[in-house]
């Protein structure tokens, strides 16, 4: 019932014209590809004296957050175009789990095989959309999963889970879509939570659906 009620907003919400292009800077395209660059940089690890297999994102800045800009610093203050305010989110567990991630097939241990690099998953959000880069995640029988297909997530301990800030749609299809899309694919937790709020309140899914669409 909860996946229809997605289905539902997702559907609602695409059929708005909610992508609004930022007042300058990079595309969500141009944004997406010079993460994957940055993001492919591994920082070192001072124990073990090798590369880490943990983004420095994580290890150093402490956040599954890419940076981006806001408007009047980037922009207005400073009218610099080669910067961007597309917020892109980086998920990314595997490395971060001590005894490993198992295959929700077979259970044999997945193993990392680099960012997904066809695309990022859109997600609808009440300041406007944000974007998921994921990763290929394999075990030694080849099934091949995305880092955020939910049977992945839900191999996570629950503290990592609530890391994750979206609902999707088709949660374990995310892995073979190919090329560009910035179609929406899923929800904030925030939006989540907005609707569940108003059913608890006894408010109609339309009138729900109304709120989110004017905030
Ligand atoms: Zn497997």
């Known amino acids: 019932r909860s996946y229809e009620l997605l289905q539902k907003l997702i559907g609602t919400l695409t059929t708005m014209d909610t992508v609004s292009a930022p007042m300058a800077g990079l595309s ?3 944004t997406f590809e010079a993460h ?3 993001l492919a940089g591994r920082a070192a690890s001072p124990s073990s004296g090798s590369g880490s297999d943990i983004a420095s994102l994580y290890s150093v800045l402490k ?8 408007d009047y610093l980037g922009f207005t203050a400073s009218g610099n175009q ?16 001590f005894n490993g991630v198992a295959c929700a097939v077979c259970t044999a241990p997945l193993t990392n095989r680099g960012r997904i690099t066809s695309g990022a ?8 959309p944000f974007y998921i880069i994921g990763c290929v995640y394999a075990c030694t029988n080849d099934h091949v999963h995305a880092s ?13 889970q609530g890391e994750f800030p979206a609902l999707l749609l088709d949660n374990d299809r995310c892995v073979t879509r190919d090329g560009w899309s910035s179609e929406l694919r899923g929800v ?12 608890r309140a006894g408010l109609e899914v339309d009138i729900i659906l109304r709120v989110v669409r004017a905030v």
């Open 121 to 128: 998953l859109g997600v609808y959000d009440l300041t406007g």
């Open 63 to 70: 956040t599954f957050w890419l940076p981006s800009c806001s």
């Open 36 to 38: 994957l660059i940055s």
């Open 28 to 30: 969500v395209e141009d």
């Open 188 to 199: 904030s937790r925030a939006v989540w939570n907005l609707v569940q709020g108003g059913l």
């Open 148 to 160: 955020t297909d939910e049977s992945v997530r839900r191999a996570l301990p629950q503290s990592l």
């Open 82 to 97: 080669s910067v961007t305010t597309h917020r892109f989110f980086f998920w990314d567990p595997q490395p971060l789990v």
